[in-house]
């Protein structure tokens, strides 16, 4: 259910948000491959609102289209078929001219799809699997969103994981999968871990990768997913591990911490072969298209092949 809301994000104040459920990020949810299901999307907001699976394989009709509305107190199916490898999916509004708008008060939440196959390759799982939403965002003195709707992308002040700024999590000293969402309206972040550790990525937008990765820095767009390994089995009850963004500076350059406070044994792998991946032969290709991204003049500045 889309609703108007009111939260305490920043300690103290009070924040005007959209929510799915009436909190953000909304509900995850899970399935898998092949499972079909229906997600009825209730409009109780004051506004018209669209819902788009970011990632999803479905018909058009479901897709969320920006001018596929939904009116204020009416209502919405739309059938998921998810006939496509697992992946780290997200949902999120799509209105026509608004999405930046809705999306940046809180409408947006994940939408996690595995298999029998992904659950048997023993990666780390349980409490030992998180996923994180990360978002800017910028708050007036009482509490309330800071929306300027500048046409090159909103850049805020504010870090939120999870809809919390600045948070902390107690770990153990074991691998952790680490599903991650860049759900800003226009940053970018350049990820590091402050004890100088590496990700092991093993998935991508379009799930998981041939093989892991290893990698010092994590750089993720917005709207982007990864699916890293972190690994704290070298580190001591006790230990502060921060996750940080060398891409800025100042109150947007520290994204989280992990509290190592428990010695804990860890029974997860990392495979040297995750899934193997079809290849597509560009000669099988029987036409050619070309699309060239760019801007003119007016209001409305973003265009393809002109």
Excluded: C
């Amino acid at each position: 259910m889309e609703q108007n809301a009111t939260v305490e994000i920043i300690l103290g104040l009070q924040t005007d948000i959209l929510g799915y459920n009436g909190m953000t990020p909304g509900p995850t949810i899970l399935v898998d491959s092949d499972q079909e299901i229906i997600v009825r999307q209730i409009n109780n907001t004051n506004v018209q609102t669209t819902t788009h699976l970011h990632g999803g394989h479905m018909p058009a009709g479901n897709d969320g289209h920006p001018v596929d509305f939904v009116d204020p107190g009416t209502s919405k199916d739309y059938l998921y078929t998810n006939k496509q490898l697992p992946a780290t999916l997200w949902y999120h509004d799509h209105t026509n001219d608004l999405t930046g708008d809705q999306v940046y008060a809180g409408l947006a939440g994940f939408y996690l799809m595995s298999d029998d196959y992904e659950r048997s390759l023993g990666l780390p799982s349980g409490d030992n699997e998180l996923a994180i939403v990360i978002q800017d965002r910028t708050f007036a003195t009482d509490g309330s969103l800071i929306y300027n709707d500048n046409i090159m992308g909103e850049l805020g002040d504010t870090i939120l994981v999870n809809g919390t700024p600045w948070p902390y999590l107690e770990v153990g000293t074991a691998r952790y999968r680490v599903r991650i969402l860049n759900g800003s309206n226009a940053r970018s972040y350049n990820l590091v871990l402050s004890n100088g550790a590496s990700f092991v990525q093993i998935g991508s937008d379009g799930g998981l990768l041939e093989a892991p990765v290893s990698r010092n820095s994590l750089n993720i767009a917005p709207a982007e997913r990864l699916d890293a390994i972190i690994d704290f089995g070298n580190t001591n009850v006790g230990d502060q591990i921060v996750l940080q963004n060398t891409a800025d500076s100042g109150g947007t350059a520290q994204i989280m911490r992990f509290d190592v406070v428990r010695v804990q044994d860890d029974p997860s792998v990392i495979p040297s072969v995750l899934r193997r991946i079809e290849r597509l032969d560009p000669a099988a290709s029987v036409q050619t298209r070309r699309w060239t991204f760019g801007m003119r003049g007016g209001p409305k500045p973003w265009v393809i092949n002109g």
